[in-house]
């Protein structure tokens, strides 16, 4: 593993596969209640520009139980980029803790940021790539499929940071990933091609919603607008209408369908609230392994994963 996570697509398949393992050992150790302080007396810096609810708590929650500290840095504390330029914050920053965690607008930010910080930077999320969201997201289908073989995957709505991620794990394990989106909503060209010319998946582009269904194991979607999209809103919820995940389009996917969402969701737009709440739904075993995963990309990151305690 690199300096950095800020993209799937940074890690080999054996490394995704290390840290999903990882992340299953340090769930059971948090579930049966053994001490697991691989990062005792190490800090973590919670830079956000962008509410959120899963990943400040299971950042800030895994440091803890890591025996580690995270300070949460909000919109208005730091003001990367206004009060003092990105690089400059990184510097600073990497004077004090052992990693940042990051949770920002533009793509290219993270990537100047980390660029510039003498300690590790985790993506927290951008508008182009949500990683840490899309490797719980493959520890809970491992877990619940106990297998990651012959999987299809059917991504249903905005082609947007979750998309983007989904396409970059896409181009790492092999399955077919099916993708519905409206014509002017398509993931990104540069991070489809990659995966594409990586030819280890079948990843194909609908503009039916139906048609990408059938015998899909895992059923996903995310919200019509994303956050700094607020203003779309209105105008996206005529667009995305006929993508919405409901009880007709999961029963063309197969009998045993996962259904999945990052958070927040908006029942009644982009999935019903049968669906979501229904029998199918693991939208909060996905949640919580958001905790797990990302406690392993930290021990990797810090390299205490092979540390005796
Ligand atoms: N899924 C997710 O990242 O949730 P938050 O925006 O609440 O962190
Ligand atoms: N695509 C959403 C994901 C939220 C976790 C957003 O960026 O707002």
């Given at each position: 593993?690199?300096?950095?996570?800020?993209?799937i697509?940074?890690?080999?398949?054996?490394e995704?596969?290390?840290?999903?393992?990882l992340?299953k050992?340090?769930?059971?150790?948090?579930k049966?209640?053994?001490?697991?302080?691989?990062?005792?007396?190490?800090?973590?810096?919670?830079?956000?520009?962008?509410p959120?609810?899963?990943?400040?708590?299971?950042?800030?929650?895994?440091?803890?139980?890591?025996?580690g500290?995270?300070?949460?840095l909000?919109?208005?504390?730091?003001?990367?980029?206004?009060?003092?330029?990105i690089?400059d914050?990184?510097?600073?920053i990497s004077?004090?803790?052992?990693?940042?965690?990051?949770?920002l607008?533009?793509?290219?930010?993270?990537?100047?940021?980390?660029?510039a910080a003498?300690?590790?930077?985790?993506n927290?999320?951008t508008?182009l790539?949500?990683?840490?969201?899309?490797m719980?997201?493959?520890?809970t289908?491992?877990?619940?499929?106990e297998s990651l073989?012959?999987?299809?995957?059917?991504y249903?709505?905005?082609?947007n940071?979750?998309a983007?991620?989904?396409?970059?794990?896409a181009?790492?394990?092999?399955?077919?990933?099916?993708?519905?989106?409206p014509?002017?909503y398509?993931?990104?060209?540069?991070?489809?091609a990659?995966a594409?010319e990586?030819n280890?998946?079948?990843?194909?582009i609908?503009?039916?919603?139906?048609?990408?269904?059938?015998?899909?194991?895992v059923?996903y979607?995310?919200?019509?607008?994303?956050?700094?999209?607020?203003?779309?809103?209105?105008?996206?919820?005529?667009?995305?209408?006929?993508?919405?995940v409901?009880?007709?389009?999961?029963?063309v996917a197969?009998?045993?369908?996962l259904?999945m969402?990052?958070l927040?969701?908006?029942?009644?737009e982009e999935?019903?609230?049968?669906v979501?709440?229904?029998?199918q739904?693991?939208?909060?075993?996905?949640?919580e392994?958001r905790?797990?995963?990302?406690?392993?990309?930290?021990?990797?990151?810090l390299?205490a994963?092979?540390?005796v305690?």
């Amino acid at each position: 593993m690199g300096k950095n996570f800020l993209a799937i697509s940074e890690l080999n398949r054996a490394e995704i596969v290390e840290i999903l393992d990882l992340a299953k050992d340090l769930k059971q150790m948090q579930k049966q209640g053994e001490a697991h302080a691989r990062l005792a007396g190490k800090t973590l810096a919670m830079i956000f520009q962008k509410p959120s609810t899963r990943t400040r708590i299971s950042f800030e929650v895994g440091m803890f139980q890591l025996g580690g500290y995270a300070l949460y840095l909000g919109p208005n504390d730091i003001q990367i980029g206004q009060r003092e330029s990105i690089a400059d914050v990184a510097r600073t920053i990497s004077r004090y803790v052992d990693v940042i965690m990051a949770r920002l607008f533009g793509h290219e930010d993270i990537i100047e940021l980390a660029g510039a910080a003498a300690v590790p930077v985790i993506n927290g999320l951008t508008d182009l790539l949500h990683p840490c969201q899309i490797m719980a997201d493959i520890l809970t289908v491992y877990e619940k499929r106990e297998s990651l073989d012959d999987l299809k995957v059917t991504y249903i709505g905005d082609g947007n940071n979750v998309a983007n991620s989904w396409i970059n794990l896409a181009a790492r394990l092999p399955m077919t990933l099916a993708l519905a989106v409206p014509e002017g909503y398509d993931p990104d060209p540069e991070i489809l091609a990659a995966a594409k010319e990586a030819n280890i998946s079948d990843i194909q582009i609908y503009r039916d919603p139906v048609a990408a269904s059938h015998n899909a194991h895992v059923l996903y979607t995310d919200v019509w607008a994303s956050m700094g999209q607020e203003a779309e809103a209105e105008e996206r919820k005529k667009v995305f209408r006929p993508f919405q995940v409901n009880t007709e389009l999961v029963a063309v996917a197969d009998s045993h369908c996962l259904i999945m969402h990052c958070l927040p969701a908006h029942r009644g737009e982009e999935i019903t609230a049968e669906v979501i709440d229904g029998p199918q739904s693991i939208v909060f075993d996905e949640a919580e392994n958001r905790l797990h995963v990302q406690k392993a990309i930290m021990v990797k990151l810090l390299g205490a994963d092979k540390q005796v305690i």
